[in-house]
């Protein structure tokens, strides 16, 4: 079984920045294919960060200022948020995407971590 704990959301001032970490545990999980997506208050789920062939991708809201990295030998994979804007308020998740796109998820959603920027 796998398990995704994201952790590292805080409050913070707009402009400010923050770094999210996801840790996997149990069996071994593609970490080509884990991305952060997050979910604002009454709003659905949005793609954040990825990786497509190696290649970080974004989605085009947070282009330029946030950055996913990964260390395999560490399971974990990290979101650095920078320019922080209060819009980018909401609960971050990491996931396994399953296909092509990131629409479908491999594993249960976690608890995710909130991440809260005030104006």
């Known amino acids: 079984q796998v398990q995704l704990v994201e952790s590292g959301g805080d409050l913070v001032q707009a402009g400010g920045s923050l770094r999210v970490s996801c840790v996997a545990s149990?069996?071994?999980?593609?970490?080509?294919?884990v991305a952060w997506w997050r979910q604002a208050p009454g709003q659905q789920r949005e793609f954040v960060a990825g990786?497509?062939?190696?290649?970080?991708v974004y989605a085009d809201s947070v282009k330029g200022r946030f950055t996913i990295s990964r260390d395999n030998t560490r399971n974990t994979v990290w979101l650095q948020m920078n320019s922080l804007r209060p819009e980018d308020t909401a609960v971050y998740y990491c996931?396994?995407?399953?296909?092509?796109?990131?629409?479908?998820?491999?594993?249960?959603w976690g608890q995710g971590t909130q991440v809260t920027v005030s104006s």
């Open positions: 996931n396994e995407r399953s296909g092509d796109g990131w629409s479908w998820v491999r594993y249960m």
């Open positions: 149990g069996r071994r999980v593609n970490f080509n294919a």
């Open positions: 990786f497509t062939a190696g290649n970080p």
